[in-house]
C-alpha cells in the first residue's frame, strides 16, 4: 500500500511516509559512491550498466540495491506506493530494469527532479515489475510524481500537484473524482486508498508549517494495520528520522555522519532488531542481506501475487545479483 506526502517547515521541504506491507522485515543499507551496478533482468532482456555518483541510505525488505525508499546525499528522495492501474512501456530498444532498482539507479545517478525524470527516458521497467507510482523530491524544493497508464509515462510538476501526497490511486483521477457518483463502484483496497489521499488533504490544507513531529502524527492518524516503518526526511539537513512497529521510539539517521567515499565499508541496519532503536549500523555481510531477502520471498502470497515459479528461484537470483555487484567492485 503505503502513504508518501510532502509539506514544508521554515521553509524547507520534509517528505513523509508510511511504509505499509504485509510482510515485516527491514533493513537499511548504505551505498557509496563509485560502485559499478547492473539491473538484474530476465534473460531476453537488455541489461542497465551504471556507476555511482553519489552516496545513499536506502531502505528495503528484499536486499540490497532493490531499495523501496531511500535518500542520497545531494537530498534527492526517491519514493514510491503501489499502483495497482499500472502499465510500464511496452518493450523497446532501451535496457530494462526493475521497480526497485528504479530507486537505486535514480539515487546512484542524479541530484535533482529534473535529472530524475531525464533518467527515465535511458531505460524501461519491465513488465514483469511489482506495479508502482513514484514521488520524487530535491533540495530545491522541486517534486515530481510519476505514474505509469496505459504504458505511457505521465508526469505532474509544480502547479499539477494540488495535493502533495500519493496514495494507491492514479494521481489524476484521486485529484478528480466524483465521489457521489463513484464511491458505490470502489473495492475495499481503492476505498481505503482514497480515504488516505483525502486524510491529507484535509489535514495539509492552510497549513503553512509542518515541524517532524507533526509529521509523525499525520502519519498515525494515516496509519493501517500493516504499517512497518515510517519516516520523515528532513532534505535540508540530510538527516532522516524513524519509527517502526519494532520501536516507537522516533530515531535519526544523519546522513553527513556517514561515509560514502570509494573506499568506504558497506553498513546496515536490521530495523527488526529491537535493539536498534539508535540506528546503529553495522559492517555489511552477504549472510544478513540474505536474510533480508528471505525474509520477503519466504511468503508464498507474494510468490504467488508476482506469478514467480517458487521462493527458492527469486532469492538465489536476488542474492546471486548482489553478490555479484560486490564482487565486480571488488576486482
Request: with cysteine.
Amino acid at each position: 500500500m503505503c502513504t508518501v506526502f510532502t509539506v514544508n517547515h521554515k521553509e524547507k521541504m520534509l517528505v513523509a511516509k508510511n511504509y505499509d506491507s504485509f510482510i515485516q522485515n527491514g533493513m537499511i543499507f548504505t551505498n557509496k559512491r563509485g560502485m559499478k551496478r547492473q539491473s538484474l533482468t530476465m534473460p531476453n532482456e537488455k541489461k542497465l550498466n551504471w556507476i555511482s555518483k553519489y552516496g545513499s541510505i536506502t531502505f528495503s525488505q528484499c536486499g540490497k540495491g532493490m531499495p523501496v525508499n531511500g535518500m542520497n546525499e545531494k537530498g534527492l528522495v526517491v519514493e514510491q506506493a503501489t499502483l495497482p492501474k499500472t502499465v510500464y512501456p511496452e518493450k523497446d530498444e532501451r535496457p530494462e530494469i526493475s521497480c526497485l532498482e528504479t530507486i537505486q539507479f535514480l539515487l546512484d545517478t542524479c541530484s535533482t527532479v529534473n535529472e530524475a525524470i531525464q533518467h527515465f527516458n535511458l531505460f524501461r521497467i519491465s513488465r514483469n515489475s511489482w506495479t508502482l507510482h513514484y514521488y520524487i523530491t530535491d533540495s530545491n524544493g522541486s517534486s515530481a510524481i510519476i505514474d505509469f497508464i496505459n504504458g505511457n509515462m505521465i508526469v505532474y510538476e509544480k502547479s499539477q500537484i494540488r495535493v502533495p501526497a500519493i496514495t494507491n490511486t492514479q494521481y489524476s483521477y484521486a485529484l478528480n473524482r466524483q465521489t457521489s457518483i463513484e464511491e458505490h463502484s470502489l473495492d475495499e483496497y481503492e476505498k481505503n486508498s482514497i480515504e488516505r489521499f483525502e486524510k491529507i488533504k484535509e489535514i495539509l490544507v492552510n497549513r503553512k508549517d509542518v515541524p517532524v513531529n507533526e509529521c509523525f502524527n499525520i502519519l498515525n492518524k494515516i496509519k493501517r494495520n500493516d504499517t512497518v516503518w515510517s519516516c520523515v526526511y528532513h532534505i535540508a539537513k540530510r538527516e532522516i528520522f524513524l519509527s517502526s512497529i519494532y520501536f516507537n521510539k522516533i530515531s535519526r539517521i544523519k546522513m553527513g555522519e556517514i561515509d560514502f567515499s570509494e573506499t568506504s565499508k558497506p553498513m546496515l541496519c536490521n530495523i527488526e532488531n529491537i535493539d536498534c532503536s539508535d540506528l546503529r549500523f553495522s559492517n555489511y555481510s552477504k549472510e544478513a542481506n540474505r536474510m533480508n531477502i528471505e525474509g520477503f520471498f519466504r511468503n508464498k502470497i507474494i510468490i504467488e501475487m508476482m506469478h514467480l515459479p517458487s521462493s527458492d528461484f527469486i532469492i538465489d537470483a536476488f542474492d546471486q545479483h548482489i553478490n555479484y555487484i560486490e564482487d565486480l567492485n571488488q576486482r
